[in-house]
């Protein structure tokens, strides 16, 4: 049996790890290279904060990750690049399929973001710093070097967490996060895992490892015959002659969300009669969790500790959505879903199930398995508190607020598209009928005219309740897919030349 | 009940017309892709019966991976195939057709070999070009493009009903509520602006031929049963040969490929899918082909008719058709959601089903037993579904917007109009479907 602590944390960006929520100052950068070798060289030496746990909480930390134009910039071989995912090499805008897809229509679409749109910046900074040190370790950080290779796009604003994990509309974030087999130690046979378990394989968050299919994700293998620059690569797991670019590297999926804190509260004020207990109660719905983080749902589930009452839930129990309603935003986001729909309790009714029988509910085994659209999310919000009894008021103040919305994935096309996608935006999602997600849906209605903009749950004697014409309470501004590498594959970066002798000969 | 069925006109593009024929089909669309309901061409919205149509091009653009088997590929011409989803009698629905758009489908076929317009009957072109699915799935089977429509005005007006009483009812009292629904149903019908109307009785001829077909495929297995049994440990064997040494391919669809199709893709809640590519070599493999879509087109026919396939609820219609004297092997589905959660369904929830079928088509991921592996080989499957996708020129589908679990809800809301519930939660939880 293999260890956790046998995983190579020591190749790892510490972000795959940990969300460094110590570190409660934040300076989130979008650059882009101007001078090739110096950026080569900054980045040499840049101290990018690895997986290994340390002993007390350091004081600063740092990320880093490129855009596929940023590897081109850094002069990364066209054949590496090819063996990354369709969705890393053409992006977050590269058609309007995509854009149809992860909702960026209507008042979300590229054209009117603030970045991201055109061109995607090369390289994604991210800075970590306690209370009050993130504008001396950017000073730190941005040193002669680094200013004569790297130019400033975007700073994106963030702020400094205080400590807390409230996000704009004022609700408890970053409770449930799956949880990453490092010991690489569960088994992956699919129909092995009837019912969800919140445990994970390492392949589905990083690279070059089993994925939950027990198949490795594609990405660049370099054969080091042809390049001898990789040979401080490590082994591709799969094929041993070859070294694997991506291994211990990952993608980061960015999206910078607006959100109107005043429009959200004053919009569930309005139809909840001005009564402050139903207004609470509406937005826990909406949600899919109370203020302060309470699931709406109480029940043990395996891979999670009993004591992780955030989590310790799934939906099987409130099939009809009347604790949770169907289309919470964390219902949908991540349904829970086990691999067949409840109640196999042996090899026949297993069997019955895999057929397509034995169903009670009409509306059973609509969502697709949890486990293979699962992400890590690490974003953090940005602007000034607004409590919801100040939001309300009609001279609430009006600022930038939101969240830079950060996940990591193996695959950014099953789990994060697909999350956007299929769960999030679908107004269909799960047997529901025009309502997309409370929080994020586009409200564009479907091409038939059909609406996505109610809101329906269900009241305590299992009527419906429909709130309609929700408007949008979350803008995109901008967004883009960026590849994490491990840091020898970071190494491998710096050290190439530009006259290009390590290429293929 | 009206039973659907299905035809598929396929005929051979003439040299040189390739382009101009996509042009004029491409003329027939709104937007990419699908069809502009009212089109000139072929009015589609015209036929009450039509459920999908599509108008696909196909082209063998992977006919070379068969190589991989040591065997050289066949010529292949583009063809024209015209394909539909139909209430009724597809002969019916053909001289509806043609008495309604000849023009159009002239214009259109006048493309194809094998087509002149002097003295051409329409009608028995059309059927003489017609070639039968090896398996066919209906969603559900009954239910016509008139019910679905009706029951979508019956939801609508409920759906607008109750909102408006919503503040003015006792929700203690559900039996009063269902009362008041129930009148304003009739009232509407009064008025005209509401119908439900009773299912046409089934036909005899009909009846008899499912009744035989229920019986007789099960009773010839039986008959069969010594002789198959003899074979298994054979087929075994073989079997177990050939997944070891058929070539795997792992080949990645160009972008520009999937570009192609992704701009069709998305733009309502259901898409279209067709795929197109070769029997693996070998009589063991057209065989076994030929039996696993027997058995899908027998449970498809009598068990898998009311909204499921398997655990998968979001198909309308699909069928697979052997082709080019049964080389090749055509298939066409109508589904909801986007085509990545399509290939999630196909992975997770109908894996087996589809090994079964799809492992004796050149380029599928290699299985085991024929029912694991395969389909589970994640990056191997997504590659070669895509690689021998097509577009398709021209879709149409009746009811945009609407879900194969929109129409199932629908139906039971009607349901409980017709048939009163028992109690208060069987009244409640019909409510909840408005
Ligand atoms: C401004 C936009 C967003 C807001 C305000 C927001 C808010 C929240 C909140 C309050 C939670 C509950 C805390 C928790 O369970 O950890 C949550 C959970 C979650 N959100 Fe979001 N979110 C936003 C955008 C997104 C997006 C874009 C995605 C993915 C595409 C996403 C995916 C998730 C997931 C996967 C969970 C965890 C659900 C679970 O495992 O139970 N969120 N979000």
């Known amino acids: 049996m293999k260890k956790t602590s046998d995983f190579e944390f020591n190749d790892l960006q510490g972000l795959l790890r940990f969300g460094y929520g110590g570190l409660t100052d934040t300076c989130f950068m979008l650059l882009d290279v101007v001078n090739v070798d110096m950026a080569r060289e900054w980045l040499s030496t840049a101290p990018i904060s690895s997986g290994i746990k340390a002993s007390s909480l350091p004081d600063t930390a740092m990320q880093i990750a490129f855009s596929k134009e940023g590897l081109s910039a850094l002069e990364i071989s066209k054949t590496i690049i090819d063996g990354f995912s369709d969705e890393f090499i053409y992006g977050m805008v590269r058609s309007d399929n995509c854009s149809r897809r992860l909702g960026d229509v209507g008042h979300n679409a590229p054209k009117s973001w603030k970045w991201g749109n055109n061109a995607v910046p090369h390289v994604l900074l991210l800075l970590y710093a306690k209370q009050g040190g993130i504008d001396a370790w950017r000073k730190t950080v941005e040193d002669e070097l680094f200013k004569k290779a790297f130019r400033l796009i975007r700073l994106l604003p963030t702020t400094d967490t205080g400590g807390n994990r409230m996000e704009p509309f004022g609700f408890e974030d970053g409770i449930s996060q799956p949880t990453i087999d490092w010991a690489l130690r569960q088994g992956t046979d699919p129909h092995e895992r009837d019912r969800y378990s919140n445990l994970l394989a390492a392949g589905e968050m990083v690279l070059g490892y089993k994925n939950e299919y027990g198949q490795y994700t594609e990405r660049p293998l370099i054969d080091p015959a042809k390049d001898p620059l990789a040979e401080h690569l490590p082994n591709a797991e799969d094929d041993p002659t070859l070294k694997d670019f991506a291994r211990n590297g990952t993608y980061l999926i960015l999206r910078e969300l607006g959100q109107d804190v005043p429009g959200f509260w004053q919009f569930l004020d309005k139809v909840s009669d001005s009564e402050p207990n139903k207004r609470e109660k509406l937005a826990a719905f909406m949600v899919g969790r109370e203020r302060d983080g309470t699931p709406l749902i109480a029940e043990h589930i395996p891979g999670v500790s009993r004591k992780d009452h955030g989590n310790n839930f799934t939906y099987d129990l409130d099939a009809n959505g009347v604790h949770c309603p169907i289309s919470a935003h964390v219902r949908r986001a991540n349904p829970r879903t086990g691999d067949l729909p409840s109640g196999v309790t042996g090899f026949i009714s297993q069997l019955i199930r895999i057929l397509g029988f034995g169903q009670k509910n009409h509306d059973a085994d609509l969502v697709a398995s949890s486990r293979f659209h699962r992400i890590l999310r690490r974003g953090r919000s940005y602007g000034p508190t607004l409590s919801p009894e100040e939001a309300i008021q009609p001279d609430a103040p009006i600022a930038e607020r939101g969240l830079q919305f950060i996940c990591l994935a193996a695959n950014i096309s099953r789990q994060f598209e697909f999350v956007q996608n299929s769960w999030i935006i679908n107004s269909k999602f799960g047997g529901l009928q025009q309502e997309s997600d409370p929080l994020l849906g586009d409200r564009e209605p479907l091409l038939s005219g059909e609406n996505t903009d109610q809101f329906n749950h269900l009241d305590s004697l299992g009527a419906k309740q429909k709130v309609c014409h929700l408007p949008n309470f979350v803008t995109v501004h901008g967004g883009g897919y960026f590849f994490m590498p491990g840091l020898r594959a970071l190494k491998y970066i710096s050290s190439l030349t530009t006259k290009g002798s390590h290429n293929e000969s | ?434």
């Open chain 2, 1 to 434: 009940m009206t039973p659907q069925s299905t035809f598929m006109i396929v005929a051979t593009v003439s040299v040189g017309q390739l382009k101009k024929l996509r042009d004029l089909l491409g003329a027939m669309n709104k937007i990419p892709g699908h069809a502009d309901p009212e089109n000139a061409l072929i009015p589609f919205c015209k036929f009450d019966q039509l459920h999908f149509a599509r108008f696909v091009i196909i082209e063998a653009n992977t006919a070379h991976e068969i190589r991989e088997f040591g065997v050289n590929p066949r010529p292949w011409r583009p063809a024209l195939a015209f394909l539909g989803d139909v209430d009724g009698d597809m002969h019916a629905f053909l001289a509806d057709l043609v008495n309604n758009a000849e023009p159009g489908l002239k214009a259109i076929f006048s493309h194809c070999e094998d087509f002149s317009e002097e003295n051409l009957d329409m009608l028995q072109w059309l059927q003489a070009h017609d070639i039968r699915p090896n398996a066919n799935y209906v969603n559900w089977l009954g239910r016509t493009v008139k019910q679905i429509r009706e029951e979508v005005i019956l939801h609508q007006t409920l759906s607008r009903y109750l909102q408006e009483i919503a503040h003015d009812v006792d929700w203690e009292d559900i039996r009063t509520v269902r009362q008041k629904l129930l009148s304003h149903v009739e009232m509407e019908k009064h008025k005209g602006r509401l119908t439900l109307s009773l299912p046409e009785p089934t036909s005899r001829e009909w009846k008899i031929r499912n009744l035989f077909h229920l019986l007789g495929v099960p009773l010839i297995l039986l008959i069969l049963s010594p002789l198959l049994l003899i074979a298994l440990p054979f087929f075994a064997l073989r079997l177990r040969m050939l997944e070891r040494s058929d070539p795997e391919l792992f080949i990645r669809p160009s972008y520009e490929h999937v570009k192609v199709l992704s701009v069709q893709e998305d733009w309502d809640v259901s898409n279209q899918y067709s795929v197109f590519g070769d029997v693996k070599p070998g009589l063991f493999r057209l065989l076994t082909f030929k039996f696993i879509l027997m058995l899908t087109n027998y449970f498809a026919r009598h068990v898998y008719n009311r909204g499921f396939l398997a655990r998968i609820k979001t198909i309308h219609f699909a069928r697979w058709v052997f082709m080019d004297n049964n080389h090749r092997v055509f298939f066409a589905s109508n589904y909801d959601g986007s085509h990545e959660s399509y290939m999630d369904d196909f992975i997770n929830k109908v894996g087996w089903g589809l090994n079964l079928t799809f492992s004796n088509a050149v380029g599928y991921p290699t299985t085991t037993w024929m029912i694991k592996e395969g389909a589970q080989r994640e990056h191997a499957f997504k590659y070669t579904q895509r690689r021998h996708q097509i577009p398709t020129e021209v879709w149409y589908k009746a009811y945009p917007g609407l879900t194969a679990v929109d129409l199932a809800r629908n139906s039971r809301i009607r349901q409980g109009i017709e048939i009163r519930q028992e109690n208060d939660a069987e009244i409640r939880e019909w409510l909840r479907l408005i």
